[in-house]
């Protein structure tokens, strides 16, 4: 018996031949084209293109997108909240309260105890600038006493050891300074006191010693450092019991000497303000006011500061000298001031 031959598929073939092609066979149709035959060429075949239900439909305008995110959201894993970022911590910051400088903690430090007057810190130091006169690497300073103190970088030291703990490592930063931040370690110290925790003769003493250095410097020319001398030995003073200690009019009358040569009037005028507080007739503390207010151009308070100067001390050559230039600013002021009036109505 004769055995007809098989498709592909597995069913019978019919009877009639099969159809060759005469593209690429390797090509396949669109999955929806479907074969038709039209009835009035038997035999031809016609390719329709059916289109997806996709293009028959009105896809709203980013649809595609959101279909594409929706998809991509789908096909990636969870993270677990491990692999989450760890928020960002900004550094800490410490603000010098009379706005010197600002301290950023690199490394903090164990306990609550931190330098006091007296203490003996091991510190490590880097980043001073040349000519600060302190050493750099390992040294040792005690706090309140040594001339290491005396420069600006070493008030600005003893302040921020004044703010550490044991251990701590941190970066001292200066408004408009340019340079690279300054970085210490304070290692270790020794324990100190408060300064309300000395006894007032022991106060009185330091503040006796501040003041005889802060006097070498004022004659050596060093102004600055003078000041900063008469300044801890007031502060030293602060606490006493009232009526405090009468070395205070003395250090305020330096300090003022010391504020007029740095160009600080109105710092001047204040402390001089302390001392005739107490004084009123001190001819130190009036004449440097006087030369305070006229530096701040007020003539008529500083006439009078030095006419009182003169009534003390009628051979005040100091006092007369700066009288005069009070009068010839007096006079300029005032024909200054004509000029302009008459500019505005003449």
């Given amino acids: 018996m004769e055995t007809l031959p098989i498709n592909p598929v597995g069913e019978k073939s019919t009877s009639e031949p099969q159809q060759q092609w005469g593209g690429n066979p390797k090509k396949s149709l669109h999955p929806t084209a479907q074969t038709r035959q039209q009835p009035q060429e038997p035999g031809v075949l016609e390719l329709r293109m059916i289109p997806a239900p996709s293009q028959l439909l009105e896809v709203p305008p980013g649809a595609g997108k959101l279909t594409a995110a929706l998809e991509g959201a789908a096909e990636k894993p969870r993270g677990s909240a491990s692999e989450m970022p760890a928020p960002l911590r900004a550094p800490d910051l410490w603000d010098c309260p009379d706005g010197s400088f600002v301290k950023k903690i690199v490394i903090r430090g164990h306990g609550l105890d931190k330098p006091k007057l007296g203490s003996r810190c091991r510190v490590l130091a880097f980043g001073f600038p040349f000519g600060s006169g302190l050493p750099e690497g390992w040294t040792e300073l005690t706090m309140g006493f040594g001339s290491w103190r005396e420069g600006t970088w070493g008030e600005l030291t003893e302040k921020c050891l004044e703010s550490m703990c044991q251990g701590e490592e941190a970066e001292l930063q200066l408004p408009g300074h340019s340079g690279p931040p300054v970085r210490l370690t304070l290692a270790s110290f020794t324990q100190g006191q408060d300064s309300w925790e000395l006894e007032a003769s022991e106060k009185e003493a330091l503040a006796r010693q501040e003041r005889a250095r802060g006097t070498e410097l004022f004659r050596a020319g060093d102004p600055e450092g003078a000041a900063r ?3 801890r030995a007031l502060r030293l003073l602060l606490t006493l019991p009232p009526p405090g200690s009468p070395e205070r009019t003395v250090l305020h009358a330096n300090l003022a000497a010391c504020q007029l040569l740095l160009g600080q009037p109105h710092l001047a005028a204040q402390s001089c303000d302390r001392v005739l507080e107490r004084e009123p007739g001190h001819v130190k503390a009036l004449y440097r006011r006087g030369v305070a207010q006229a530096a701040l151009g007020n003539l008529e ?8 100067v003169l009534a003390v001390d009628p051979k005040n050559r100091a006092a007369q000298e700066e009288l005069e230039r009070v009068f010839f600013q007096g006079k300029k002021q005032d024909a ?11």
């Fill in 229 to 231: 001398c008469y300044g």
């Fill in 301 to 308: 308070k500083a006439t009078a500061d030095l006419k009182k």
């Fill in 336 to 346: 200054g001031l004509a000029q302009g009036l008459r500019k505005m109505f003449g």
